[in-house]
């Protein structure tokens, strides 16, 4: 049974740093590449960030550039996201994702929530 779990949100002030965890089982975690993505009330959702599967290359959404940081532990099969300098803007529900393609399938956590507000 294929499952994401995220943890580590909650409310934090402006400024202040989480960070989320993702944790993967029931499929080859370190064969795919990992993302997170958010969603705001009434918004779509949003690509956030992508870490390939040997953690060789990264890419982030200009909006968290030089804020956030993907991570990963393939012994732990887990993925994180690091997120410094919160702001109200940031305030989402935060999901995961496992990166398929035209050979696998794609798997997405149910998500956890954060707020940042003062």
Same mark, same amino acid.
């Given at each position: 049974?294929?499952?994401?779990?995220?943890?580590?949100?909650? &409310?934090?002030? *402006? +400024?202040?740093? &989480?960070?989320? @965890?993702?944790? =993967?089982?029931?499929?080859?975690?370190? @064969?795919?590449?990992?993302?997170?993505?958010? !969603?705001? *009330?009434?918004?779509?959702?949003?690509? /956030?960030? /992508?870490?390939?599967? #040997?953690? +060789?290359? %990264?890419?982030?959404?200009?909006?968290?550039?030089?804020?956030?940081? /993907?991570?990963?532990?393939? =012994? !732990? #099969?887990?993925?994180?996201?690091?997120? #410094?300098? &919160? $702001? *109200?803007?940031? %305030?989402?529900?935060?999901?995961? $994702? =496992?990166? +398929? #393609?035209?050979? $696998?399938?794609?798997?997405?956590? !149910? +998500? %956890?929530?954060?707020?940042?507000?003062?």
């Amino acid at each position: 049974q294929v499952q994401l779990v995220e943890s580590g949100g909650g &409310l934090v002030q *402006p +400024g202040g740093s &989480l960070r989320l @965890s993702c944790s =993967a089982s029931g499929f080859s975690f370190s @064969s795919y590449s990992m993302s997170w993505y958010r !969603q705001s *009330p009434g918004k779509e959702r949003e690509f /956030i960030a /992508i870490i390939t599967s #040997n953690s +060789g290359s %990264t890419t982030y959404v200009d909006s968290v550039k030089g804020r956030f940081t /993907i991570s990963r532990d393939n =012994a !732990q #099969n887990t993925v994180y996201l690091q997120m #410094n300098s &919160l $702001k *109200p803007e940031d %305030t989402a529900v935060y999901y995961c $994702k =496992a990166v +398929g #393609n035209r050979f $696998k399938a794609t798997y997405w956590g !149910q +998500g %956890t929530q954060v707020t940042v507000a003062s």
